[in-house]
């Protein structure tokens, strides 16, 4: 499975790189507005610093559009798509937005559909020719709905069908997400990376460590 950092910023992305956890990245509107960037140049520039951190040729990123029809989301993604290659476009799950798909299609331009939230959707996305989809576990548990069960339902239905669109789970917020995005057997996790260290912790490795260290020291200190 990989791990996909969800945000915009760079000294995460370049924590996360240091370790060798990092497949690629995505990010979105608010993301990229939590930054230090105050206009569309700086923008670009951002984006573009962040591709030229991903050496690895798997590695890819998904910038979002923010057009809202179907030209504005064309000419943009076109826009992104030049900028470098690393840039998969992500459009949001819409009527605007699955005619854009189609069209990022038959130009070979990488597209990840995103703001998935029913098997519907997602099986639209997929017939449309998305990449990747983005469905968003979190805030499906945030109104009580099973935002795992939804995963669960799209990889089944993937499988029936041997669609090439690629799950990437996102609103990802405790490590129990991750490990059951890996039971399911999605492609990758988008993942705040503290969330990716909660996988690290359990109680009973830092007891086991600290009574290695003493029992050395008392002995041989
Ligand atoms: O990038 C989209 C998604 O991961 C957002 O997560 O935590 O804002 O629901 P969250």
Request: hydrophobic content about 40%; overall charge positive; glycine content about 4%.
């Amino acid at each position: 499975m990989k791990f996909f950092l969800d945000t915009a910023n760079l000294k995460e992305i370049k924590e996360a790189i240091e370790i060798g956890l990092l497949d690629g990245i995505t990010t979105n509107p608010s993301l990229i507005a939590k930054e230090s960037i105050f206009n569309r140049e700086q923008i670009e520039n951002h984006y573009i610093s962040i591709c030229k951190l991903l050496k690895e040729k798997e590695q890819n990123i998904s910038i979002e559009v923010i057009g809202k029809t179907f030209n504005d989301i064309i000419k943009e993604g076109q826009k992104l798509s030049l900028l470098h290659p690393k840039i998969i476009v992500k459009i949001p799950m819409n009527k605007e937005g699955i005619k854009a798909l189609n069209f990022f299609y038959s130009q070979k331009i990488k597209t990840n559909c995103t703001l998935i939230f029913s098997v519907g959707q997602a099986l639209l996305a997929a017939k449309l020719g998305a990449n990747y989809i983005s469905p968003f576990i979190g805030r499906l548990d945030d109104i009580s709905y099973n935002g795992i069960e939804l995963v669960k339902e799209i990889k089944n239905i993937y499988e029936k069908y041997n669609f090439n669109t690629k799950i990437l789970a996102a609103s990802i917020r405790n490590p129990i997400h991750i490990i059951e995005c890996a039971k399911i057997g999605v492609h990758a996790i988008t993942s705040p990376l503290k969330v990716i260290y909660s996988l690290l912790d359990h109680p009973l490795t830092k007891i086991g460590l600290k009574k290695f260290l003493n029992d050395f020291n008392q002995k041989f200190l």
